[in-house]
C-alpha cells in the first residue's frame, strides 16, 4: 500500500469517526467512552496516565487560585496595616491574623530577627545586615511555596501532547497489524482502530491546553507578588534603617524591643 492511500485511508477512517460520534443515535460523550473502553491494552493505559495527569493539573489549578487570591487580598490589606501602624510590636500581633501573606510572613521573620540583634546589641550596621539576610531568606522561601507544583503543570504542558500521540501511533500500528491478519484494507477493517487512536492525541491536547494556560497565569500572578516582596523588603529596611537603628546607645540598654 502507497503512503498517498495510507493518508487517505486514515482521513476517511478519521472523517467516519466524527461522523459516528456527532450523528450517531447516542450521545458524543458515550461514543467516546465506549471507543476508549474497545481501546487495546496499551492505549488504555496512555489514556489512563492522561486522565491522572488532568486530574492532579486541575487540583493544583484549584489549589493555586486560592492561594494567590488568598497572597493577593491579605497582603492589600497587610501593606495597609503596615503604613498605619505606629508600634511594630502591634503590628506583629496583627500579622497572625495574615497567615496567607507572603509580606507578613517576611515581616513576622524581620521583627524577630529585629528583636534578636537589638537584644544582642550590635552596631547598626552588623544589625542591617543580619536583619536583610533573615528578610532575603524568607522573600525566596515565600517565593518557593508560591511556586510549588507549578512544574507539574509545564511538565504537563509538555509531556501529554507527546504521550497522547504515542497513544496514536500505537492505535495506527495495530490497525495496521490488523489489515495484515484480515488480508484486507477497507475502511470497516481500519476504522474503529484510527478513532480510538485519534482520541488519545485529543485527549493529550485536552490536559495540555488548559495546563499552559494556568502556568502562565500564575508564573505572571507569582512574579507581581515576588515584585511586593522586593519592594516591602525594602520599605522595611528604610524604615529601620532612618527611624530605629540609629538608636542611641543609652536607649538600648533597658533590654526592651520595639
Known amino acids: 500500500m502507497s503512503p498517498v492511500s495510507i ?5 476517511q477512517a478519521g472523517a467516519t469517526a466524527v461522523n459516528e460520534v456527532t450523528l450517531g443515535g447516542g450521545p458524543a460523550e458515550s461514543e ?36 494567590y487570591s488568598r497572597a493577593s ?14 508600634t511594630f510590636a502591634a503590628l506583629y500581633a496583627e500579622s497572625q491574623d495574615y497567615s496567607g501573606s507572603p509580606l507578613a510572613e ?16 550590635l552596631e547598626t550596621g552588623p544589625a542591617l545586615v543580619n536583619v536583610q539576610r ?32 504515542f497513544g ?7 490497525s495496521f497489524h490488523e489489515i495484515g491478519l484480515r488480508g484486507s484494507a477497507n475502511l470497516a477493517a481500519v476504522a ?10 485529543a485527549a493529550g491536547l485536552a490536559t495540555a491546553i488548559p495546563a499552559v494556560v494556568f502556568f502562565n497565569y500564575f508564573n505572571g500572578r507569582l512574579r507581581i507578588l515576588e515584585t511586593r516582596i522586593s519592594n516591602f523588603t525594602s520599605d522595611f529596611l528604610n524604615i529601620l534603617e532612618r527611624d530605629l537603628m540609629k538608636r542611641p546607645p543609652a536607649s538600648q540598654s533597658d533590654g526592651g524591643g520595639f
Not at 493518508?7 to 482521513?11: E, H, K, M, N, P
Not at 517576611?106 to 546589641?121: D, H, I, P, S, T
Not at 501511533?169 to 495495530?174: A, D, E, L, P, Q
Open 168 to 174: 496514536t501511533v500505537w492505535g495506527i500500528m495495530g
Open 73 to 86: 487580598g491579605q497582603s492589600d490589606k497587610f501593606l495597609s496595616k503596615f503604613w498605619k501602624s505606629r
Open 106 to 121: 517576611v515581616f513576622r521573620n524581620g521583627y524577630q530577627e529585629l528583636n534578636r540583634v537589638y537584644k544582642a546589641k
Open 32 to 67: 467516546i467512552l465506549t471507543m476508549v473502553m474497545s481501546a487495546g491494552p496499551m492505549v488504555k493505559a496512555i489514556m489512563l496516565t492522561l486522565l491522572l495527569a488532568s486530574v492532579t493539573s486541575w487540583a493544583i489549578v484549584l489549589i493555586k487560585l486560592v492561594q
Open 7 to 11: 493518508l487517505v485511508l486514515a482521513g
Open 134 to 165: 533573615t528578610l532575603s531568606s524568607t522573600a525566596s522561601a515565600e517565593s518557593s511555596r508560591l511556586f510549588k507544583f507549578l512544574p507539574f503543570l509545564a511538565s504537563c504542558g509538555n509531556a501529554t501532547p507527546f504521550i497522547g500521540l
Open 192 to 201: 474503529p482502530g484510527i478513532s480510538e487512536a485519534l482520541i488519545a492525541t
